[in-house]
T-cell receptor, first 114, second 117 residues
Framework: AQTVTQSQPEMSVQEAETVTLSCTYD???????LFWYKQPPSRQMILVIR??????QNATENRFSVNFQKAAKSFSLKISDSQLGDAAMYFC???????????FGEGTQLTVNP | GAVVSQHPSWVICKSGTSVKIECRSL??????MFWYRQFPKQSLMLMAT?????????EQGVEKDKFLINHASLTLSTLTVTSAHPEDSSFYIC?????????????FGPGTRLTVT
């Protein structure tokens, strides 16, 4: 079974600074997707960014980018120019293609300090 | 696009009663929807996968007679908590994926906070 691990329960960053959230996963598949979701205090889950495994180029969405290391099964999220609105719980997720269920990591609570 | 709504957003019910939560895909048809439960400061726990026109698939340990799921149309899935008890108090979230999209990302509703007194 696939597993997703986020080893940082909490992280903090100063406003305007950069922070990187870590995620590792385990799978035997060769082609797959990976996602980062954000859950702000409203608790609405929001898709932040997706990465397809066969694409070597790291995905970027505005201030959010990933460092995808397929061989190491690592998928970290970098947030640049952090804003107060980035404060949230961040979840790394892996979709199982067989049943399309998502396997989530434990989450990382990000605090942005003014 | 890919908006999912949930209703109600917050509900209080008395122990022993039943409560129904609705999940709707507003701008796409969802053949598959998912129901999650989330405790404070924890990750999402998948309860069941709901398929339009067929029985839901429940995760191990989830009581199917207590958490009734009905996916009667391509845009609506419902979760009914029967004979609710205080330990059922939690945050329930539904999600849906867009059929045919091979990336399998899910789009989430805003969640329902259930309090059983």
């Amino acid at each position: 079974a696939q597993t997703v691990t986020q080893s940082q329960p909490e992280m903090s960053v100063q406003e305007a600074e950069t922070v990187t959230l870590s995620c590792t996963y385990d799978t035997s598949e060769s082609d797959y997707y990976l996602f980062w979701y954000k859950q702000p205090p409203s608790r609405q889950m929001i898709l932040v960014i997706r990465q397809e495994a066969y694409k070597q180029q790291n995905a970027t969405e505005n201030r959010f980018s990933v460092n995808f290391q397929k061989a190491a099964k690592s998928f970290s999220l970098k947030i640049s120019d952090s804003q107060l609105g980035d404060a949230a719980m961040y979840f790394c997720a892996y979709p199982e293609t067989s049943g399309s269920r998502l396997t989530f990591g434990e989450g990382t609570q990000l605090t942005v300090n003014p | 696009g890919a908006v999912v709504s949930q209703h109600p957003s917050w509900v209080i019910c008395k122990s022993g009663t039943s409560v129904k939560i609705e999940c709707r895909s507003l701008d796409f048809q969802a053949t598959t929807m998912f129901w999650y439960r989330q405790f404070p400061k924890q990750s999402l726990m998948l309860m069941a996968t709901s398929n339009e026109g067929s029985k839901a698939t429940y995760e191990q340990g989830v009581e199917k007679d207590k958490f009734l799921i009905n996916h009667a149309s391509l845009t609506l899935s419902t979760l009914t908590v029967t004979s609710a008890h205080p330990e059922d108090s939690s945050f329930y979230i539904c999600s849906a994926r867009i059929p045919g999209r091979t990336s399998y990302e899910q789009y989430f509703g805003p969640g329902t906070r259930l309090t059983v007194t």
